[in-house]
């Protein structure tokens, strides 16, 4: 047995701390290259109760009762990381300033804030959330109506997961939806909506296809182009949203600025049949994606994949599941679904990878639970290959739902008589990847790890755990490589009413490319494989660079797991400019197991686009007792 090292970053933090995590595992694993930045994000909450419950009754004229229960959670991935929230109530704010709420928040937090919002009225202009109490938790203000869509939120600091989750009350969560929330960079100004009320009755889920496009920046002009159907053209300021119901396949969005788009899915009064999706930019589609969302054919519960054709030509499409591989073309402008392409759904145990076989052109698909049924409905949106990372944090993702009249559950689980219905669902990129799940209240160490060839799944659920039993909410999960990440429920194990959750969601991976960087950290090992006995070595770099902000007063810790030790001497550091310190004189200070360095010359302040690296060996002290042991490293800084 050899232990493998192999580098994994984790998280930044407000003002400014960034978390490395290399993992030392025993056996035959590959090495993890990940990075995760500091900096600054903006969300904006998409629809109005008032717009969603009306898309709602739209869809299903059985709906009664005025109240759509919404919730928005936010998981915080890294230390010291401050989140505002803005309500559009009183207008918005800039940046860090002019918000209603800020919460500093630590690794593994998780702030939910919850409405039963009476959105049978139209909001728009009210100004009723202005002098309210917001205490720390999200339940503030008035808790009807304060927490009811277009909200925005501004992070500071570490990286975070958002997701937003609403139901009407009366009706339970077999009504439910959610999405994922991009934060506002990679917005761009044009989209493309593949799916639309012309492709029924062909494909049954889409009888109804509503549209939501919400502006990021006043005096943002959008038109709606909806080939064989009314389109739409308006001006939005900051935060507002539009509709528009009845699309066809191929509608499009533009806009002269950045806008978010989600799109809701129905059959007319199909006992509460709807699916929610999260529209990703057009200019961001990729040749390549992966879904980890299987059928489960002992119910008959199915999921199938609808593929678009952006171009004006025929497309070969080449794909692979657990049964099998091939190829089949989609015709121009179109879109089609994978059953009716390759013969057959999703298989049960595997998930799909879909690629353009001529390499270059870039299409998009999404996904149907339990499709041409309202049993277990919920819908999915693929992301493009390129943006998957291999960490994640996760939203919102009970197991049931906690509240309502339509919960069962006497006493706690496993007291009670639910269980935990809704998995999340990873599939990984490449063979013999490890994959590590580090349940709430997320502290670093793996609580559950085991390993996946490329496409096939594991469903992840949390075990008895308080305070969250089965509740996925929170979870951390990392792996060796990247790997496709959803959160739904699933016929397995869910029952078919209430309270099991009629929805789910793709989560986001941590890109870095979706924030503005303060501060950015890489690690790798150099050998990431030694063999397991005491007085084997392997050198770390730690590469530290800064984005347009600039970064003052500079501090690396690295901890040591339990058994390794740092070699004296071992160091050396090149600041930026080109400058280096070696030997003893480039020593960390130690205690215990951490390794920090701050006497940098100068108090070390790098400018912006500046690099610090420090190279640095360790030395196996004494051989692990367990599979894997993880390493902490942190850069800090204003």
Known sequence: MTPKIYPFIRMGMAILVILSLPVIALGNVQPVQAAVASGYSEYFIPGSAYQLRNILLDNDGG?????????ITISVAGDNTTIYYDHWENGYGTGNTGNDESYTASRGTVLTFISDVPANIDRSGLDDCIGSTFPAGGTGGLATRCYDGRDRIFVVGGAVSVAQA???????????SAWEIYPIKPYQNQYT?????????????????????????????????????????????RGQVTQLY?????????????????????????????RSHTAVPSSLWDTKYYSPVPSYGTGATYVNLYIYNPTGSDLVINYED???????????????????????????????????????????????????????NWGFSLIP?????????????????????FNDCTGAPPAGNCINGSPVYVTPTQDNTTIFVDFFPADGVADQTFTLNRIQVQKITDPITAPHPYDNTGMHIW??????????????????????????????????????IVVNLEKTANPDLVPSAIGQTTQFTLGIDVGTYGLNDVVVTDTMPDGWGYVTGSTTITLPGGGTITGLAADPSISGQDLTWSGFPGSLDMGPNEILTIVFSARLDVVPTTDFSINEATVSGT
Do not use: C
């Open 322 to 376: 657990g049964l099998g591989s091939g190829s089949f073309t989609l015709p121009p402008n179109s879109t089609r679904s994978y059953q009716a392409m390759v013969g057959r759904y999703m298989p049960d145990d595997s998930g799909v990878y879909l690629e353009a076989a001529d390499g270059s052109t870039k299409f998009w698909a999404i996904g149907e639970y339990d499709t041409g049924s309202a049993v277990r």
């Open 246 to 274: 009845d699309i066809n396949a191929g509608t499009t969005v533009v806009a002269n600025h950045p806008v978010q788009v989600q799109f809701i899915v129905g059959r007319q009064n199909q006992q509460w049949d709807s």
């Open 479 to 516: 792996a060796t490589a990247p790997f496709a990440i959803v959160w739904g429920e699933d016929a397995q194990f869910a029952g078919t009413g209430n309270p099991y959750i009629d929805a789910g969601y793709t989560i986001l991976p941590l890109n870095k490319e979706w924030i503005d």
């Open 166 to 176: 609403f139901w009407p009350t009366s009706v339970g969560t077999v009504y439910a």
């Open 63 to 71: 709906l009664t009762g005025n109240n759509l229960h919404n919730v």
């Open 193 to 237: 909506i593949p799916v639309g009320q012309d492709l029924y009755p062909a494909y049954p889920d889409f009888q109804n296809v509503y549209l939501l496009v919400q502006a990021t920046q006043d005096a943002t002009d959008i038109t709606v182009n909806n080939p064989g159907g009314a389109g739409l053209s308006t001006t939005l300021d």
């Open 385 to 405: 290959a390129n943006t998957l990372t291999s960490q994640y944090v996760v939203s919102w993702a009970p197991g049931f739902s906690p509240v309502g009249p």
